[in-house]
């Protein structure tokens, strides 16, 4: 009977170090400057998608065909496009799209790799040899040449885009999972979940999960800077989202050509909404590896 007690006591002690542990890894992150630096920035795009048309102050489909192609003004902070719509309101509404898109597509991506690395770490055997040729073949493909065979194949749109980008990250996350679980999978709390009789699913979601939450959160953030240029290259290329939905990779397309007329504001400001976005995601990941790796 003083079993009983004396496991509950360890599990207990377990529980409060791993709950140490986290609280000091969140301790770390509030103190580093590049990660509040980069929440911020992606805070601000955050903001913007949720609330873009709410302080727009000109509707982002508003065509001004007296005023085309106007340079930023007191009026225009960003100027007009050739259409004359406003380009600060485009690029405000622009970033919901974007943003939805490719989190979305991250966290399919993140799901379904963790759930791959899983299963490939844990079981070995013909299991992993099998999964890792597949993901070994994926891993080769181009991810927005293999994104705009699938497109051009199902037609454009919010779902497709989100769902191949997420396939196709899959891959790349599992194979991070699967070495985390290797290292994992021979340490003691492991082998007292063998030996309790627990299942295999059950020790991978409830043992192996929780302690291999650090690499599955560093991938997602890195995965996110990829999925953001990905949508928007889909969308540069005619493959995302269509017009006249305001959209950073579809709103440098349509006014690339008029660079060479001296009109730069009309692209300058959606491409440099696109690199401090991902910028922003890329500061939070390194800060989250750098206190992870510590």
């Known amino acids: ?58 509707s982002p489909y508003a065509q001004d065909l007296l005023a085309p192609n106007v340079g930023p003004s007191s009026k225009h902070w960003f100027g007009t496009d050739q259409l004359g719509r406003d380009v600060f ?10 943003i939805v898109i490719a989190t979305l597509a991250t966290t399919l991506g993140t799901i379904l790799g963790t759930i791959l690395g899983l299963v490939t770490g844990y079981f070995r055997g013909a299991v992993d040899d099998v999964l890792s040729r597949f993901i070994e073949a994926v ?10 065979l699938v497109i051009a194949a199902l037609g454009p749109s919010d779902a497709t885009i989100t ?9 790349v996350v599992s194979r991070t999972v699967r070495s985390a679980v290797i290292q994992e999978r021979e340490l003691d709390y492991v082998t007292a979940a063998r030996l309790r009789d627990e299942g295999g699913t059950y020790i991978m979601f409830a043992e192996l999960l929780p302690n291999v939450l650090a690499p599955v959160m560093v991938e997602f953030t890195v995965r996110l800077g990829y999925a953001i240029f990905a949508v928007a290259t889909l969308s540069f290329l005619g493959f995302g989202i269509q017009v006249p939905t305001p959209d950073w990779g579809l709103d440098i397309a349509s006014n690339v050509s008029v660079i060479t007329a001296g009109f730069w504001w009309e692209v ?22 750098r206190v992870v790796d510590r």
Not at 29 to 37: D, E, H
Not at 89 to 98: C, H, P
Not at 268 to 287: E, K, M, Q
Request: aromatic share 6%; proline share 4%.
């Open 1 to 58: 009977m003083s079993a009983l007690p004396a496991d509950a006591a360890a599990g207990g002690a377990v529980d409060a170090g791993k709950g140490q542990v986290r609280r000091e890894l969140l301790r770390e992150l509030a103190r580093s400057k590049t990660f509040l630096v980069g929440v911020a920035i992606v805070g601000f795009w955050v903001m913007c998608a949720l609330f873009g048309s709410v302080i727009a102050p000109h």
């Open 89 to 98: 309101s485009r690029v405000l509404v622009g970033a919901r799209t974007v």
């Open 139 to 148: 891993l080769v493909l181009p991810v927005v040449i293999t994104a705009l």
């Open 163 to 171: 769902i191949t980008i997420g396939l196709i990250f899959a891959p």
């Open 268 to 289: 300058l400001f959606d491409a440099a909404a696109i690199a401090t976005l991902v910028i922003g995601v890329n500061l939070v990941a390194d800060a989250i590896e």
